[in-house]
């Protein structure tokens, strides 16, 4: 399996209290993801990152930032958690460049409650 | 940017029968089509993909085929058994080598049961 770490795996917040999760990868791809799944959407792309300090907005970006100050570490934070945030969210990792580095490997995922 | 719509949603096949599933997307550009597996309380993980200068390719039991024109790409499983139930996810994408637009855009999801 990649080395893909998710933390924390399980989280229960309180409506309008910053959250923040943690994706480290031990393989040094470039490419980072976050994604959130929910049932009849499937998975959505919140944010990417493409390189240390490069991100980009996905198709369901607001009310999420996130940050990548180094290779291994993408940390996405939700600056005042609401109900509609809660989700199952994926941290995902792929490299750029020949035939077969697009592949994207996930984590296990967090599973987020706001309540 | 890119859309993906992805049919059916839920499918549930007898064992050893065939089960597809079709997928289109919007932006011409894309050029890379993986189809992700997903198991209970797991991640998704690849189990094949297609680039746009190949019309099928074949992995086992499974296939996948695409059609550049009309802009539609399927999965087909041959011989489905139990453990080919769980959630398969279609996605493209646009590959620019160490560019910015190297993103995975995915289809809704379909929830596959295959009945013993």
């Known amino acids: 399996d990649a080395g893909i770490t998710q933390s924390p795996r399980h989280k229960v917040t309180e409506t309008g209290t910053p959250v923040t999760l943690r994706c480290h990868q031990t393989?040094?791809?470039?490419?980072m993801y976050w994604y959130r799944q929910d049932p009849g959407h499937g998975l959505r792309l919140i944010h990417y990152?493409?390189?240390?300090?490069?991100?980009d907005k996905g198709e369901v970006s607001d009310g999420y930032s996130v940050s990548r100050s180094k290779t291994e570490d993408f940390l996405l934070t939700l600056e005042s958690a609401t109900s509609s945030q809660t989700s199952v969210y994926f941290c995902?990792?792929?490299?750029?460049?020949?035939?077969?580095?697009?592949?994207?490997?996930f984590g296990q995922g967090t599973r987020l409650t706001v309540v | 940017g890119e859309n993906v719509e992805q049919h059916p949603s839920t499918l549930s096949v007898q064992e050893g029968d065939s089960a597809v599933i079709k997928c289109t997307y919007s932006?011409?550009?894309?050029?890379?089509f993986p189809w992700y597996k997903q198991e209970l309380g797991k991640g998704p993980q690849l189990i094949i993909d297609?680039?746009?200068?190949?019309g099928e390719k074949k992995d086992q039991r499974i296939a996948v085929t695409l059609n550049k024109t009309a802009k539609h790409f399927s999965l087909h499983i041959t011989e489905t058994q139990p453990e080919d139930s769980a959630v398969y996810f279609c996605?493209?994408?646009?590959?620019?080598?160490?560019?910015?637009?190297?993103?995975?855009?995915f289809g809704t999801g379909t929830l596959l049961a295959v009945q013993p």
């Open positions: 996605a493209a994408v646009r590959e620019n080598y160490g560019g910015a637009t190297n993103k995975l855009i």
């Open positions: 995902a990792i792929s490299e750029s460049g020949g035939p077969r580095n697009t592949e994207a490997f």
């Open positions: 393989e040094n791809h470039r490419y």
């Open positions: 990152s493409y390189g240390v300090k490069d991100t």
């Open positions: 932006d011409s550009a894309s050029n890379y």
């Open positions: 297609i680039r746009s200068n190949v």
